[in-house]
Nanobody
Framework: QAQLVESGGGLVQPGGSLRLSCKVSQNIFSRHALMGWYRQAPGKEREPVASITSGGSTPVADSVKGRFTISRDTFTNTLYLQMNSLNTGDTGVYYC?????????WGQGTQVTVSS
């Protein structure tokens, strides 16, 4: 059974950093998969933040360009999102996402709150 388990969220002051992790089950952690992070702010729709394509490119949303970096560790089946220079607009629930073999998988989400 496919599982995605996020961790690393929390409360951080503006200008701070956090690193989110997503442990992905072996059966869907494939170099052919599209993996990424989404977020949902209060009262808003879920939006894409960053992804890693099967070709290895790492597109990110304009709102986080230069501040967020997505990466993955193929030895531990873990997807990461390094978030720097956080601002209040980055507050929301962050979800890990894997699209593989015609199916879409989501983690349970981890809360990120940026506040002074």
């Amino acid at each position: 059974q496919a599982q995605l388990v996020e961790s690393g969220g929390g409360l951080v002051q503006p200008g701070g950093s956090l690193r989110l992790s997503c442990k992905v089950s072996q059966n869907i952690f494939s170099r052919h998969a599209l993996m990424g992070w989404y977020r949902q702010a209060p009262g808003k729709e879920r939006e894409p933040v960053a992804s890693i394509t099967s070709g290895g490119s790492t597109p990110v949303a304009d709102s986080v360009k230069g501040r967020f970096t997505i990466s993955r560790d193929t030895f531990t089946n873990t997807l990461y999102l390094q978030m720097n220079s956080l601002n209040t607009g980055d507050t929301g629930v962050y979800y890990c996402n894997v699209q593989y073999s015609g199916s879409i998988y989501w983690g349970q989400g981890t809360q990120v709150t940026v506040s002074s």
